[in-house]
């Protein structure tokens, strides 16, 4: 098999150390930024993995006549034409799954974040005002026992936060396309509208994929919906925020602040809106890295190296999503 990964994080190295079984095959890498490259010489390609934050469209499609499987190596798809991969016979797969747990952790890190300020807080220790800083907290600051943190989406990754947050005592609310009421009494956690989400949520935590229907689904009319002392999450996916609205709502202190992991465009460049210096201290931002924990890779590579060999055996693929 010609197998080619079309991305930025995996390099030959960690591939081959991870699943040394594919050097069976003959292995070619191309990052993001080699398009050109990939045109002229991936013609052959018969399995594509592709890094979650790439673009996969009809002309690299139509450029590999024996391709066999797109493969996303994380669980985001959005940049592979689905549709036309789909017309032209050919599986596209994802990693379901594999993240929920490393994702979870960084949701619920930028949740306490923000309900104690944790940037602003390093910035005062850096300039020699950490007592102020106490001072000003003192008897302010919420504990995570204290909110309802609203989790719009309710996949594996929104059930896991639910987990984390019910165990350190937070109430817990979702709004999703469909109504899990099975999973309800088990996760301890309560199904509303979105707008009640909205109104009564202390933390608004996104958990859902983006699409057409998603992008921006954070705009004006859902910050002005949001409690002003509320906190937004985004653990999934840039595209979800309208970063002119978030910038236009923390500025006029429509909500409190933000965590974020995810931003669109990426990478986040100094022009854009969300780093305006006055925003410093109303957001806490880490940079993309919630999925990629040690156990993560580990759970990627082997679910690559299993459709490898459904592929080569005929057996069905595992996170088929055409």
């Not at 940079?287 to 190296?305: D, F, Q």
């Amino acid at each position: 098999m010609n197998i080619t990964f079309f991305s930025s994080v995996s390099a030959k190295e960690k591939v081959f150390k991870s699943i040394p079984e594919i050097k069976e095959h003959n292995v070619r890498f191309f990052k993001l930024n080699e398009r050109e490259k990939l045109l002229s010489n991936g013609k052959d390609t018969d399995l594509l993995f592709i890094d979650a934050m790439g673009t996969f469209d009809k002309a690299l499609i139509d450029s590999m006549p024996n391709l066999k499987l797109i493969m996303s190596e994380g669980v985001g798809y959005q940049g592979v034409d689905v549709e036309y991969a789909t017309q032209k016979g050919i599986p596209v797969c994802n990693n379901k799954g594999v993240n929920d747990t490393g994702v979870s952790e960084v949701a619920l890190f930028l949740m306490l974040g923000c309900l104690r300020n944790f940037s602003k807080g390093v910035d005062e220790i850096y300039n020699d005002r950490q007592i102020e800083f106490k001072k000003a907290s003192f008897g302010v600051r919420k504990e995570l026992g204290e909110c309802t943190v609203g989790l719009i989406g309710f996949g594996d990754i929104a059930r896991k936060t639910a987990e984390f947050c019910n165990a350190l005592g937070a109430n817990v609310i979702y709004t999703n396309r469909t109504r899990y009421k099975e999973l309800e009494e088990k996760l301890n956690v309560q199904y509303v509208s979105l707008d009640e989400l909205l109104s009564k949520s202390d933390i608004v935590s996104l958990h859902i994929a983006v699409t057409p229907d998603t992008i921006n689904t954070v705009d004006d009319k859902f910050l002005s919906k949001m409690k002003n002392d509320a906190f937004l999450i985004n653990t999934s996916r840039g595209d979800l925020v309208d970063n002119i609205a978030l910038k236009n709502a923390l500025l006029n202190g429509e909500i409190a602040g933000a965590g974020l992991d995810v931003y669109t465009p990426e990478p986040l460049e100094k022009d854009n809106p969300l780093l305006d210096i006055r925003l410093k201290d109303k957001l806490i931002l880490t940079p993309h890295i919630a999925g990629i924990t040690h156990l993560t890779v580990e759970r990627i590579y082997k679910n690559i190296l299993e459709n490898t060999q459904n592929i080569t055996q005929g057996k069905d693929l595992k996170n088929k999503v055409n």
